[in-house]
């Protein structure tokens, strides 16, 4: 518990007068160029791994089942046409873009471990985000597989859909907490252990999959996303949803903050220790 409280207070500490929104934003930047890419080469490689039956079928239920008030399912179901009948020339042009995503999370996370950006940080986040991209067609193939078994209890409301909200979590859960290990441990600075990124990216995947079945609930809400924007219905969609993914990007970084915390604060109980033992 002593731990605890000294990795929360070192954490707030680090974190004073610390940008910590900008960096959030900035790595949203390179989200919103790498998403649609990195969406694209998951799904096509899951159609190659299991079939293109397991995307389209799984994509339909799951347009289906999301909430009607904004959408959402045919932008769903375009995606998972567009990777499926796109060339293997597109796709591998799809690999730049999305490995700014690596770029971004490498920047914001050095940001907070305090290591200086350099030529090659750019560079070395792209590299260490593909460990993600090649494990992302095995991540997305989990909830479309189950699209089958969860998408009919969404539908059907009630403790039906509390019951689908259940299972859906834990898939998704471990699905995005693989992710985000692998981020840890490749993509951002060596400042974690093995055990410390694998423990803290699971327990950030947990709290990021709840966050992300609340975007189901705003998705549910019927307001016109476009009212700010004279109407124009990209421009709200797309506002709306980089805002979410900002959001995101937030908890991450807060996240993995207390991860170097509980570092820090674990390492100075091991020194005191080991002084008091040596004193004794």
């Known amino acids: 518990m002593g731990l605890t409280r000294a990795t929360l207070r070192h954490a707030l500490a680090a974190l004073r007068g610390r940008d910590l929104a900008l960096w959030a934003a900035g790595i949203t930047f390179f989200a919103a160029l790498a998403v649609v890419p990195v969406l694209l080469l998951a799904l096509r490689g899951a159609a190659e791994l299991f079939g293109a039956d397991l995307v389209l079928d799984g994509t339909r239920l799951l347009a289906d089942a999301l909430p009607e008030a904004q959408r959402p399912g045919p932008a769903l179901e375009q995606l998972a046409t567009a990777a499926l009948d796109a060339s293997w020339w597109a796709l591998a042009s799809a690999l730049l873009p999305a490995s700014l995503y690596g770029e971004g999370l490498r920047r914001g996370l050095a940001q907070l471990a305090g290591e200086p950006a350099g030529a090659k940080t750019g560079w070395a986040g792209r590299l260490g985000f593909l460990p993600v991209i090649a494990a992302s067609p095995l991540l997305i193939a989990a909830p479309l597989a189950l699209a089958p078994h969860v998408a009919p209890q969404y539908r059907a409301g009630g403790w039906s859909a509390v019951w689908g909200v259940v299972v859906s979590f834990h898939v998704d859960w471990i699905a995005l907490s693989v992710a985000i290990c692998l981020v840890f441990l490749a993509t951002g600075p060596s400042a974690l252990t093995r055990a410390q990124a694998v423990v803290g990216g699971f327990v950030a995947g947990a709290v990021l999959t709840g966050f992300l079945h609340g975007f189901l609930l705003f998705l ?56 008091a033992e040596q004193q004794s």
């Open 220 to 275: 549910a809400i019927p307001v016109d996303w476009a009212f700010p924007f004279a109407g124009l219905r990209v421009v709200g969609a797309v506002a709306a949803l980089g805002l979410w993914i900002y959001l995101l990007h937030v908890i991450l970084l807060l996240g993995y903050r207390v991860l170097l915390s509980f570092r820090a604060c674990e390492r100075e109980h091991t020194r005191v220790a080991q002084l």
